[in-house]
């Protein structure tokens, strides 16, 4: 008799804790669960997480009917160069290609600027004597003989994965085929990566590049992948494994190790694609979400409902906020912005003798003071602690104990002393500064979107995300935030919305008025045909979807505009009919358009999906009398940035409010895998979902709101003169 399937697992691996959501299908409860990340081996924290629910929820493995997952390991393996020894084959004369890149410096007036060194050493990319004209018209043939000698020669040199990029090849790849060919004879032990598969696209530098970077780490994600695999099973779990992509879709693990470059932004994507997923559930067309966990905060702009996704990102910079400073990789990527500021960010004084918070970060291993891990380095997590702002017997639920002793003794010796300011100067100077970092990195984002962050609501997720939620927000001008259920594990919730597909996308070059419509079908249909192949391995036989789009430019342009096709036969448009499309696109980015100049074809590009699975959440339940009180844990004395001291903050049970709930801040409502802030110059209402909904109070009330802060200071005995006098007795010492 078979067992039924009914549960579904998300589990997101991050820099700081390994976060894991289980889903009943025919409940829609959620069950949560938290550890922390095991570097080393990510798939122990994986297996030490799933054993700690099996604890919660009993028998559920053996009806696990998919686990979904998303992980660091592949950017990981990238900025600390451990993945494969790497060779590349290439046509004669373009060697060098990693190096020149665009020829474009980042840091023009910069001499002492640095590049990221290239994955494959000058010594292993070796070249073979054939050319592929722009047409796809053989100018000079592949000698066999000189490819497996280039073969031997890798081979020889103890390459453990070769990548293969040759001139024009997304137009004709017989030379390519023919080298991969070579290869599983002449090495068949050695992974291969042909460009023709991993980026069938135009532009020499940035296909070599990703081409190589999916060689770089196929070999490493591959073991992983079989290994996860393996302790499932060993577990007793026989459901499928999916593994997010950074485009916001999911593929099957066998996919996902054939290309592991498409999974270096795996786990941060999936936040946004629960953003917006929320975004289409309560008609929100502007939301910025906010995701911010031990390590990083990464956020997105979903505009109109659709988080946008671009065609390249960098990886690995120099330079870490320097656009150009890394390595250039070309697949399609969710438009996330990355900022050094989490839970683990380190506190410092810097050269010049200010405060500096991140980049860097503690991570898990040993983590902020609090942890007492063996941490050294004062961490925003340490600040959050000393503000009042959590709890040290309530952290992850009262499953980890925090030190708040020795955050103290860390913030003064390495903060406050060397800086000569308070000990309350120095936590609120961290929490302040880190605020401070990401709204100005948001507030470039929104404005390069065309957005407004006076319009956007405030979408908090990740463990740290709702402690800083209110503070970006203010600084933004922003009048609400959104913080959905269970958001200290968003990531992990968001797989449970994302959609099984994958993108595809070929360059043939082609000026609209030369192109020939039915040549230009057979592409699209060919690459259905591949899109379909793909999701079988992750589907049940279920109808696949498919969205077209093109890529256009004016003839002699060097960037594209991306067309959405709605018609499925590309023969049932007329050339006019593309043109407009293309004109208004075009004039609504760039203001104007040009309808005399010529336009051409670059990418034809289409998403292959199935249909969505997505999750409902359950509301809650309504009873008649219910008081706030009920959820009120008590009260507890947290600083104010309006008041500039501490004054009592109101503490709530977040699993104790109700539907219509409303009251005011100063509040911190918690949860276990997180705790949402809430200044006295906003107010929280509880919809039937258990979202919870902070508004702004702006004008006339703000102001009345602020001078009743101050006055509460004084309610607070003991809060602010002691940390006056220990200011003095520290001056008195020196």
């Known amino acids: 008799m078979k067992t039924e399937k ?6 997101d691996i991050g820099g700081t804790f390994t976060d894991f959501v289980l889903l009943d299908d025919k409940t829609g409860e959620l069950t949560i669960n938290k550890c922390l990340t095991t570097p080393k081996d990510p798939s122990d924290a994986v297996e030490q997480g799933i054993r700690e629910l099996a604890v919660k929820v009993p028998g559920f493995v053996q009806k696990l009917e998919e686990v979904i997952h998303g992980t660091t390991l592949v950017i990981n393996s990238i900025i600390e160069r451990k993945g494969a020894r790497t060779g590349l084959i290439t046509t004669k004369g373009f060697r060098d290609v990693l190096e020149l890149g665009r020829e474009i410096r980042y840091a023009p007036y910069d001499i002492f600027s640095e590049y990221p060194k290239p994955l494959v050493p000058r010594r292993y990319r070796l070249e073979v004597d054939e050319r592929v004209r722009s047409d796809g018209s053989i100018l000079k043939p592949l000698d066999p003989e000189e490819a497996r000698r280039v073969v031997r020669a890798l081979v020889s040199m103890g390459v453990e994965s070769i990548a293969v990029c040759l001139l024009n090849s997304f137009e004709n790849p017989v030379h390519e085929v023919m080298i991969k060919e070579i290869l ?65 879709g999911i593929t099957s693990v066998e996919t996902a190790a054939r290309f592991p470059v498409r999974i270096i932004e795996s786990g941060p994507t999936a936040a946004v694609i629960a953003g917006q997923y929320y975004g289409k559930m309560f008609n929100l067309p502007d939301m910025f979400c906010f995701d911010m966990g031990g390590t990083t905060a990464k956020s997105c702009l979903i505009q109109r409902g659709v988080a946008g996704v671009v065609p390249t990102f960098e990886v690995g910079r120099v330079q870490r906020f320097m656009k150009g400073s890394g390595l250039t990789i070309q697949v399609p ?61 309530y952290f992850l639920g009262g499953e980890m104990k925090l030190d708040k002793e020795a955050a103290k003794r860390g913030v003064m010796e390495k903060i406050a002393r060397p800086l000569g300011v308070t000990f309350v100067q120095a936590i609120w100077g961290i929490h302040d500064l880190i605020n401070e970092t990401m709204a100005a990195a948001a507030k470039t984002h929104i404005a390069e979107k065309g957005g407004n962050p006076k319009i956007v609501t405030v979408a908090g997720f990740g463990g740290a995300g709702p402690v800083h939620a209110y503070g970006l927000a203010k600084k933004l001008g922003a009048p609400r935030i959104i913080v959905p259920p269970n958001a200290g594990v968003g990531s992990a919730l968001g797989f ?25 079908e057979k592409i699209f249909k060919g690459l259905e045909k591949q899109g379909a192949e793909t999701l079988k391995k992750a589907g049940k036989n279920e109808a696949v979807r498919f969205d077209r789009s093109l890529d256009m430019r004016f003839v002699g342009q060097g960037s594209e505009t991306n067309v959405p096709i709605a018609k499925r036969d590309f023969t049932e448009l007329g050339k006019e009919e593309i043109r407009k499309r293309f004109d208004r696109i075009y004039e609504k980015l760039y203001g104007r358009t040009y309808p005399d100049s010529a336009v051409e074809f670059i990418n034809f590009k289409v998403r292959a999906s199935l249909p969505e699975r997505l999750f409902k959440f359950s509301k809650l339940e309504k009873k008649k009398g219910r008081s706030l009180k009920a959820a009120v844990k008590g009260e507890r004395p947290a600083y104010s940035g309006i008041a500039k001291g501490y004054i009592p903050y109101t503490i709530y049970d977040r699993y104790k409010l109700f539907p219509d709930a409303k009251f005011k801040g100063p509040a911190i409502i918690e949860e276990r895998e997180s705790t949402l802030i809430v200044g006295e110059d906003a107010t929280v209402s509880v919809d039937e979902y258990g979202f919870l909904w902070v508004d702004m109070i702006t004008g006339h009330g703000a102001r009345r709101t602020a001078q009743g802060s101050k006055e509460k200071i004084k309610k607070v005995g003991g809060s602010k003169k002691p940390e006056a006098g220990k200011a003095k007795a520290l001056r008195s010492k020196r």
């Not at 020499?204 to 992983?224: D, Q, W």
């Not at 410092?348 to 503690?362: A, D, H, N, R």
């Not at 919305?497 to 008025?513: E, G, M, N």
């Open 496 to 520: 449970f919305t994302a959609p099984r597909a994958f993108d595809l996308v070929r360059s043939h070059k082609v000026s609209l008025a030369d192109a020939v419509f039915k040549e230009i």
């Open 184 to 248: 599983e004879k002449e090495a068949p032990n050695v992974s291969v990566s042909i460009s023709y598969h991993v980026l069938p696209q135009i532009r020499e530098y940035e296909r070599t590049s990703t081409t190589v970077t999916n060689a770089y780490v196929k070999p490493l994600t591959g073991t992983y992948l079989a290994k996860l695999s393996g302790r499932l099973e060993s577990i007793g779990c026989k459901g499928k494994l999916f593994i997010m992509l950074s485009s916001g």
């Open 6 to 11: 009914f549960y579904r697992l998300g589990c």
């Open 333 to 393: 990527v969710v438009d996330l912005m990355e900022i050094g500021a989490g839970g683990g960010s380190i506190a410092k004084v810097s050269k010049l003798g200010t405060l500096q918070v991140g980049p860097e970060s503690s991570s898990a291993d040993p983590g902020p003071i609090c942890y007492a891990r063996g941490g050294q380095d004062p961490c925003v997590t340490d600040a959050d602690l000393l503000l009042g702002y959590l709890d040290e017997n």
